[in-house]
């Protein structure tokens, strides 16, 4: 079956000379079989006609923000909830900056503040403006939230320069589109955990552990690239909110808890990434401790445990779990697979030279009933993507037995 079926791709089209390649891409995406819809700036409508793109797509060209066509004049708004992917091409430097920096002063850039879809450009500029620092930074500021960028390409342009700056011929950008039109999570709710949690020993110190967050921030946004709708409750990290994602942010693996397990039953999936702390001091003093004999002792009590509740649950969802093992990986991830009633638990070396904590690359061994599958050491936003479609093969799987 063509992964085009079914799609629905936004293209947002600015001016300059590159703006003919969008009415191939229009061509070559409705050969696929997907619907398009075009957006244009008032710009690119001095390059191409509106009419060329009505033409060629089968559907109105939109110009302008507040369409009085539409019954509440609010046309970006349902174009924005239309969409399941957004691609802006050609995306010129002035584009770029606005999507950057958040502003909204025409329906291309509101639109993108406005989505909820897997989001890609495909620059287009002079290969001058392209190098500036300040391009470079923008281009940076959206990859950080998640735009998928294609191209530029180098050779001559338009002005006659030669260099990085062309935008990507219209089959490269169709064919990176359609590698990322697998929206296999399309209208799924994923809950998932990430990073440590602290436990507070007195007003300065507290316990903690060394997850970084990497893994179930990866998980996230590879999620919501997949079309699922996230909620991410994340305990102390350094990583950059993701953007269209729920984030929920605590500390205290008794405020994950008490943040996952009322709201879990209303997910389809739940995916515990954190590395949740299995014991909190017995008593939290309220001023800080002195430094007295040689030895001390802190006196820990059990915190609950967050996937066990959550399995638990009347109405659970598919439960994912994660083990980080030093030694004997396979027999203590399937003995805490069974032990907690998980439908699938990814196991994960820690301690060694590559992969665990700390590191943006890992390495997976996945476990259900009956059958496991190893995810080799990669990026940890390409084997998020490879856990999640195991995960969704299994849920698929279970759903029509």
């Not at 509106?50 to 174009?79: K, R, W, Y």
């Not at 924005?80 to 091409?89: D, E, G, L, V, Y």
């Not at 390409?153 to 320069?161: I, K, M, N, P, V």
């Amino acid at each position: 079956m063509d992964i085009t079926i079914n799609q629905k791709i936004l293209l947002g089209v600015c001016g300059g000379i590159a703006a003919y390649k969008a009415c191939e891409l229009v061509r070559l995406l409705r050969k696929q079989g997907a619907e398009v819809r075009v957006v244009m700036s008032e710009s690119a409508t001095r390059f191409v006609q509106p009419l060329t793109f009505q033409a060629l797509s089968g559907q109105p060209v939109h110009t302008q923000i507040l369409d009085t066509d539409e019954e509440n004049a609010m046309g970006h708004i349902q174009l924005a909830r239309w969409a399941n992917h957004f691609i802006i091409a050609p995306a010129t430097a002035n584009m770029i900056a606005k999507m950057a920096h958040g502003l909204a002063d025409n329906l291309l850039s509101t639109l993108y503040l406005a989505s909820k879809s897997p989001v890609s450009i495909a620059p287009a500029m002079n290969q001058a403006m392209w190098n500036k620092p300040v391009t470079q930074d923008n281009i940076q500021r959206l990859k950080q939230q998640g735009v998928n960028i294609i191209g530029p390409e180098s050779g001559e342009q338009a002005c006659g320069d030669t260099g990085f700056g062309r935008m990507s011929e219209a089959e490269t950008i169709c064919s990176q589109i359609l590698q990322q039109a697998d929206l296999f999570l399309q209208g799924k709710k994923i809950l998932i955990s990430a990073g440590p949690t602290r436990e507070a020993l007195d007003p300065v110190r507290y316990l903690t552990n060394r997850s970084s967050g990497k893994m179930g921030y990866a998980l996230a946004q590879a999620a919501q690239k997949a079309g699922a709708e996230v909620t991410l409750v994340s305990g102390p990290v350094t990583i950059e909110k993701p953007e269209k994602i729920n984030l929920i942010a605590v500390e205290s693996a008794m405020e994950m808890h008490d943040a996952i397990v009322p709201i879990a039953g209303h997910f389809d999936i739940f995916i515990g990434a954190a590395a949740v702390a299995d014991y909190r001091p017995a008593r939290l003093e309220t001023e800080k401790i002195k430094k007295q004999e040689d030895e001390a002792i802190i006196r820990l009590q059990r915190n609950p445990d967050i996937i066990a509740a959550v399995a638990a649950l009347t109405n659970k969802p598919f439960v994912v779990g994660f083990a980080a093992e030093t030694q004997n990986l396979d027999n203590y991830a399937q003995s805490k697979r069974i032990a907690k009633k998980m439908d699938m638990i990814a196991a994960n070396w820690v301690g060694r030279e590559t992969g665990g904590f700390d590191s943006d690359q890992n390495a997976l061994k996945v476990f259900w009933e009956n059958g496991y599958q190893s995810l080799s050491m990669t990026d940890k936003k390409q084997l998020a993507e490879q856990l999640l479609k195991l995960i969704a093969k299994n849920l698929n799987e279970k759903s029509t037995t």
